[in-house]
């Protein structure tokens, strides 16, 4: 129910107006996001790899509702790619296909991320299509199919959902096609037709889906907070003689901070998910609403350390 609430609360804008300027929930985004310039994000990027971490750089921002702001974001993107180059971070970026223009066009946002991806290639880097909603799936799949993944086999990767119903299959597509996937398990409010509603029957089809790309996909990011599944993957790994390079855990930026290192020193490789930007309300309200108790124990500690001033 909670959880619930907190989706649709990421998708009212007006809410974000009334709070953006609030100093709370500031605190609150500021757990969950490396700031709002790109030399904030770049900064929490070379913490991270002094760390033994990479990490992977998301803008901020969801659909666009002009062809000026899609082209804008793409080209913040191109200059994310070069500071990431300058300054010699061990980083790729993360994109949204709506933050460059897919609802305008399917044209436009193709021809945006294109420009990122061939920028990405010239430095040797790698952009990662995150997957919105379910009513992005099949046209986020198709324009990377036939557009993106021809010709930039190296520098572009998809996500796959094991909320959905559909997921098992779309893995056997993209293991045909030898791409990179980063496996996570759906942040977005999805009606019971297209995904499961029982969260065991997600987790189970995360493993299925987690061990068919380990085996027989390319380089998977599997994506999760959850030890359990994590312990999965190692013992799997261990069983399949699936070396530790090739694959890699993802996490996002400011969760479970303790798990990120332990996995470092175990030598497995993760990358952690850094987001960063001015528009950072949509993406906290999916977080709170993964962990409803996050909203207390952010509270409690901002109520702290302002005692501790
Ligand atoms: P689950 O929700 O079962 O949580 C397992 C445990 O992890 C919890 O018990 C808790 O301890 C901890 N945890 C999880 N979330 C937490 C939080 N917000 N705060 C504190 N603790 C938390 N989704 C999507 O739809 N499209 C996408 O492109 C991506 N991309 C993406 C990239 C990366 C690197 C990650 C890690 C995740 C995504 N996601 C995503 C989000 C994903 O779908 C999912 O909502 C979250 O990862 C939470 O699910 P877990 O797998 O962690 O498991």
Known sequence: MLRTSLLYFSRQQRVFNLIKNVGFARKMASRF???????TAMDAVAELNAKGITASLDLLGESVTNEAEARETGRQYLELLDGINK???DANVSVKLT?????????LGIEVVREVI???????SFVRLDMESSAYTDRTLDAFE??????????????????????LDDVDRANRLQCRVRICKGAYLEPPEVAFPDKADVDRNYVAAMHRLMEHGRYPGIATHDEAIIAEAKRFAKEKGIAPDRFEFQMLYGVRRDL???????????RVYVPFGSQWYPYL????????????????????ESFRR
């Open 118 to 124: 061939a920028r990405a290639k010239s430095y040797d």
């Open 146 to 167: 036939r557009h993106l993944f021809p010709g930039h086999e190296n520098n572009v990767g998809i996500v796959l959902q094991s909320a959905l119903r559909r997921t």
């Open 87 to 89: 300054r010699k971070l």
């Open 260 to 270: 990120q290192e332990q996995i470092v020193k175990e030598g497995y490789r993760i």
């Open 285 to 304: 309200m999916r977080r709170l609403a993964e962990r409803p108790a996050n909203i207390a124990f952010m509270a409690g500690n901002i109520v702290k």
């Open 99 to 107: 933050a460059m223009g897919q609802d305008i066009s399917d044209e």
């Open 33 to 39: 996001v490396a700031g709002e310039t790109i030399h």
